[in-house]
């Protein structure tokens, strides 16, 4: 492997949580449970693998929790308590310096990783509870969606926000921008998929939106929106028991995915390459989907209740 300094780590990470308190690690090639974490008394909201995957992170009510992804103690390693009220959505700064986080007591949160009590730096406050936080690839813009239908856009080098409202009372339930800036993709509780194509937002230059697409995506809730890598594709999930993929050439559908059993889709995450897809649902199973043929390669079983967060990352990170 040469010197430490180029180290190469190829670990692939799958990661489920749900409603039965249990996170479970898994072979993702196999599709074999490796260990199970218990995370007692509520359920776990949202996975997130932290930059350097040493840890899994879970939110949940009140509360961030982190385990080592190294080791096989099943008790967190760091326990966040400072949060209020449920956690709905949060991630990293790419560098792990600081942590985002969205919760239902009205606010998006900034947290120094480099100190260890964790402390709250920033708090965006908005009107109505937050669904989910996503962060612009160029880290400085956090992008933040409630309940009442309102997006807001918190540039966090200037402090300035700026709010819009794609359908008037629609709660804003996932928000994605593609790896490259130039898309956002947001989903609402009426099935709805908005796309805006971005410009801007380099340098001292704040992003703006300029809307693209209304994707009457789904019949039911919209949960989730992710773009794949190589920004070519767009997946949404939803309570009608599917998911579908977008081309984002024009967001025409390029396929939608469904399984008989599977119910709500709560989650889903691309490969590296963008050429498969694992999603989360309401059967207590997640699956492994090949995008071009839409069949399922592998499925991942043992959670006694409803999946509602999977992480992901099988892509070489060279240390």
Request: net charge negative; with cysteine.
């Amino acid at each position: 492997m040469g010197n430490d300094s180029q180290q190469v780590s190829e670990q692939v990470i799958l990661a489920t949580g749900g409603y039965d308190h249990t996170i479970k690690l898994w072979q993702a090639h196999t599709g074999i449970c490796q260990r199970t974490m218990q995370h007692t008394d509520c359920q776990v909201n949202a996975l997130e693998i932290t930059p350097d995957k040493q840890l899994i992170a879970a939110a949940s009510y009140q509360r961030i929790r982190m385990y080592d992804l190294g080791s096989s103690n099943p008790s967190p390693v760091i326990n966040y308590e400072g949060v209020t009220r449920n956690v709905t959505g949060f991630g990293f700064q790419e560098e792990g310096k600081w942590m985002y986080t969205g919760s239902e007591d009205c606010s998006a949160r900034i947290w120094d990783l480099r100190s260890r009590n964790l402390q709250c730096q920033r708090i965006f406050q908005v009107s109505a509870p937050v669904n989910c936080v996503c962060l612009h690839p160029n880290q400085a813009e956090l992008v933040v969606g409630d309940q009442s239908g309102v997006i807001h856009l918190w540039d966090l080098k200037t402090d300035r926000n700026e709010q819009l409202i794609p359908e008037a009372e629609a709660s804003v339930q996932d928000i994605a921008i593609d790896p490259e800036g130039t898309y956002m993709a947001a989903v609402n509780n009426r099935g709805h998929c908005y796309v805006w194509s971005l410009t801007g937002g380099v340098g001292e230059e704040p992003t703006k939106l300029n809307p693209k697409h209304k994707l009457d995506a789904h019949k039911r809730y919209a949960l989730k929106c992710k773009f794949s890598p190589d920004s070519t594709l767009l997946v949404t999930t939803s309570a009608d028991m599917t998911l579908k993929i977008w081309r984002t050439s024009d967001f025409s559908l390029l396929r939608e995915l469904r399984n008989e059993s599977q119910r709500w889709v709560w989650d889903a995450a691309f490969s590296a390459d963008s050429q498969y897809i694992l999603s989360a649902s309401s059967d207590g199973v997640a699956r492994l989907w090949n995008v071009e043929t839409g069949t399922v390669e592998r499925e991942y079983s043992g959670h006694q209740k409803a999946i509602t967060s999977l992480a992901f990352q099988d892509e070489v990170v060279r240390e």
